[in-house]
C-alpha cells in the first residue's frame, strides 16, 4: 500500500539551528511531492513543491527540499531556524495521475523555536 | 488567506445527529477536495470533486457523503455522527483535477460531537 512517512514527530531546536525534516514514501512509480506548513492558528500553505526537473526545490522563506528517488525521499530543510518556523510542517506525496488525485499526506513534525 | 471559504468555524452537536458543511473554492478552481484532520488519525483525505463530478475517493466512510454544486461550492454531509468523528474538517481547491496541483487549503471547520 502507498504510504507517507514523517519519522520526526516533535523537533526541538534553537534559533539559528540547521533544521531537516525527513519524509519517505513507498511506491516506485511517477509521484509529485510537497511540503506544507501549518502555523499556529492557521490553514495549510504550501511551502515548496517537486514535480519534475532539479531535485533540488526551493521554496519560500528560505525553506529548500531534495528529492532522492533511489531513496524515495523528499526530505525539507532549513539551514537557520526562526522562531517563527514554530509550525507543523506535512510532507504530502500525489500519487494521482493527470485527471485525479490520490494524496496521501505523512503524520506531520510539529517544529518548536526555543527563541 | 487562500481565498477558499469555509462555514461554520465551530460546529458542536450530539451523537446520532446530521450536520452539513460548507466550503466555497478560490475563484477560478473547479476542483474540490475534503480532508479530515484528527490527533489520532492525522490528516486524512477524504473526496475530491472536479466540475461536480466525484473524481477520487479517500478514506471516505460511508456515513458521510459531499456534493459539488454548479456554482463550484462544496458540501460534506456527516450523519449518525460518532464521538470519533470530533475532528478538524479541512476543504482545499486547486485549478485542475490532476495530482500535480498546488492545493490551497480553507481554514477548516472543527466540529465536536459530544
Known amino acids: 500500500a502507498q504510504s507517507v512517512s514523517q519519522h520526526n514527530h516533535h523537533v526541538i531546536l534553537s534559533e539559528a539551528a540547521s533544521l531537516e525534516l525527513g519524509c519517505n514514501y513507498s511506491?516506485?512509480?511517477?509521484?509529485?511531492l510537497f511540503w506544507y506548513v501549518q502555523y499556529p492558528g492557521q490553514h495549510l500553505q504550501l511551502l515548496l513543491k517537486?514535480?519534475?526537473?532539479?531535485?533540488l526545490v526551493k521554496g519560500i522563506k528560505g525553506f529548500e527540499a531534495e528529492f532522492i528517488k533511489s531513496k524515495f525521499s523528499f526530505n525539507l530543510r532549513k539551514p537557520s531556524v526562526q522562531w517563527s518556523d514554530t509550525a507543523e510542517y506535512f510532507c504530502?506525496?500525489?500519487?494521482?495521475?493527470?485527471?485525479?488525485?490520490?494524496?496521501?499526506f505523512g503524520s506531520g513534525t510539529r517544529l518548536s523555536i526555543r527563541p | 488567506d487562500s481565498g477558499v471559504t469555509q462555514t461554520p468555524k465551530h460546529l458542536i452537536t450530539a451523537t446520532g445527529q446530521r450536520v452539513t458543511l460548507r466550503c466555497s473554492p478560490r475563484?477560478?478552481?473547479?476542483?474540490v477536495y475534503w480532508y479530515q484532520q484528527s490527533l489520532d488519525q492525522g490528516l486524512q483525505f477524504l473526496i475530491q470533486?472536479?466540475?461536480?463530478?466525484?473524481?477520487a475517493k479517500g478514506n471516505i466512510l460511508e456515513r458521510f457523503s459531499a456534493q459539488q454544486f454548479p456554482d463550484l461550492h462544496s458540501e460534506l454531509n456527516l450523519s449518525s455522527l460518532e464521538l470519533g468523528d470530533s475532528a478538524l474538517y479541512f476543504c482545499?481547491?486547486?485549478?485542475?483535477?490532476?495530482?500535480?496541483?498546488?492545493?490551497?487549503f480553507g481554514p477548516g471547520t472543527r466540529l465536536t460531537v459530544l
Open positions: 482545499a481547491s486547486s485549478v485542475d483535477a490532476g495530482g500535480d496541483n498546488e492545493q490551497f
Open positions: 511506491y516506485g512509480g511517477t509521484v509529485n
Open positions: 517537486y514535480f519534475s526537473g532539479d531535485p
Open positions: 504530502a506525496v500525489n500519487f494521482g495521475y493527470s485527471s485525479a488525485s490520490k494524496i496521501i
Open positions: 475563484s477560478g478552481d473547479l476542483s
Open positions: 470533486y472536479y466540475n461536480g463530478e466525484e473524481r
